[in-house]
């Protein structure tokens, strides 16, 4: 794992770091305002050895040095905490008082400081006095030899018990500092483990790699297309028609050898936009004068009908059974080369109806009156429908929804088109973020394309439709124009 993942996923999952940051600095605050305010007082000492019984005054400051350590030790003992028990009338037990007072020794220097720390400023105050008194005569006590009036260590105060007015604890900015820093070093630690537990295709670069294919195109995200999926007037100018327009282009050029014709539009599960791609792509060939033919091979969950306005309960599947002819159902959308051949009616048997021989015959009659024929089919993993009718067409689109299909998914789909030697033409990466961590490069081609535009004159409009359905009444009854309304 290199540096530029850890900025990745932080770039990506900056709101995981944000509320890490900002859980740590309320808790960092709850702690400091619940903390008792805290007082110290100190208090110094000098120790101080007769240079003559010790051997000059070099050898007597390194004793004196050395015995700085054990009077240390001696600081927080229980024998002077009970005698300032003793003198403070008892406020406080021994325990209590051991645990307050704290001592170290100046480095190199015959030093000794000692620290109160109480909840009470007075009272912190008291024991330090006591300490410095009882102090003093206790190591006289101690280091007084047996039949000697005259210690061989004397200890002097040089800095009275001292109060501190301002409170010693807690620290507010101490304690928010690293707080703010221990919230940030959290949040970045679950971004990067979510980063790499992501198991979802993110990517050009490993769509790519999964389906050893082309990404034909990436259409970014845009908010309007789940209330409007077709690119018709206002959306005709957006950022993700031009990725439509590039994805007719790349279709054009993907095998010159193998001219494609018919080409099925799939994808591993439901919820991936690949009926709204279908759609899109037949109405952006048209655009460009092509005669095309979109038929609504998903007999289970028809979209089509629906975003082209037509009326789909008469269609492929009633063809198929003999029971009307193609012409019959045919409906023309726009005022270009764009037909439909809705799905018609739900059978009961899907995938056997595509893999009839009727319906490579269909297929077959097809070909010759148009230019391009889109297909679009049942996700490839729930139903076999899919697979059928790409093994009968001159290849296959997979769509891939970013952040939602996973790595494995697409693995499934791409062995289930292989399975039938279908031919997979390319990937298409949908829905992806126009900013973030996982933006692709939208900015310049599509300002190109509005430059062309004001240089060159209005940007041709997607066809609208020639007959509008709307549903009058209960019965959900459908009326439409004359050139939309079935023979």
Not at 353 to 368: H, P
Request: hydrophobic content about 40%.
């Amino acid at each position: 794992m290199d540096m530029r993942t850890w900025l990745r996923a932080v770039r990506k999952y900056w709101w995981i770091v944000v509320i890490c940051t900002v859980l740590a600095v309320s808790v960092g605050a709850l702690v400091t305002l619940k903390t008792p305010a805290q007082f110290a007082s100190t208090v110094t000492f000098f120790v101080r050895t007769p240079a003559e019984q010790i051997g000059g005054a070099y050898q007597g400051d390194q004793f004196a040095q050395k015995r700085v350590n054990s009077y240390v030790q001696l600081m927080e003992s229980r024998r002077l905490a009970d005698l300032i028990v003793t003198d403070i009338d008892g406020e406080l037990t021994v325990d209590e008082i051991t645990s307050r007072i704290s001592a170290k020794g100046d480095l190199n220097t015959v030093l000794l400081t000692a620290t109160v720390t109480d909840t009470s400023a007075e009272r912190s105050l008291d024991i330090a006095q006591s300490l410095s008194r009882n102090f003093v005569d206790l190591v006289s006590t101690l280091e007084t030899p047996p039949g000697s009036s005259t210690p061989s260590v004397t200890i002097e105060v040089t800095s009275a018990a001292t109060l501190n007015p301002n409170p010693v604890s807690p620290r507010p900015v101490i304690n928010l500092g690293i707080a703010a820093f221990l919230g940030v070093v959290l949040g970045i630690s679950l971004a990067v483990m979510r980063e790499l537990t992501d198991t979802t295709a993110r990517s050009v670069e490993v769509l790519r790699e999964l389906t050893g294919s082309s990404v034909l195109a990436v259409v970014p995200f845009d908010e309007a297309a789940k209330k409007s999926p077709l690119l018709v007037d206002s959306h005709a100018r957006s950022v993700r028609a031009e990725s439509f327009r590039q994805l007719r282009t790349n279709l054009q050029f993907v095998d010159v050898d193998r001219p494609v014709k018919v080409m099925v539009v799939s994808s591993s599960v439901a919820g991936e936009g690949k009926s709204s791609t279908a759609t899109n792509m037949a109405a952006t060939f048209a655009e460009a004068g092509r005669k095309v033919l979109l038929i609504e091979g998903d007999l289970r969950r028809p979209r089509v009908a629906d975003y082209l306005g037509l009326e789909g309960s008469i269609g492929l599947t009633n063809v198929l059974a003999g029971q009307v002819k193609v012409e019959e159902v045919l409906q023309t959308w726009g005022r270009g080369g764009l037909t439909v051949l809705p799905s018609g009616s739900i059978p009961p048997n899907p995938s056997e109806l595509l893999s009839s021989q009727n319906m490579q015959d269909l297929l077959t009659a097809m070909r010759s009156t148009f230019d391009i024929i889109i297909i679009d089919t049942p996700p490839l993993l729930p139903v076999t429908d899919g697979a059928i009718a790409a093994a009968n067409a001159d290849g296959a689109i997979l769509v891939v929804r970013h952040g939602k299909t996973t790595r494995n998914q697409v693995l499934a789909a791409t062995a289930a088109l292989a399975a039938v030697d279908a031919r997979l033409l390319g990937t298409v990466l949908n829905m992806m973020p126009t900013k973030g961590a996982d933006a692709y490069g939208y900015g310049y081609g599509y300002g190109y394309y509005q430059e062309a535009t004001h240089r060159e004159g209005p940007m041709p409009e997607l066809p609208t439709p020639a007959g509008t359905a709307r549903v009058d009444g209960q019965d959900g009854e459908r009326e439409l124009t004359a050139d939309t309304k079935r023979a």
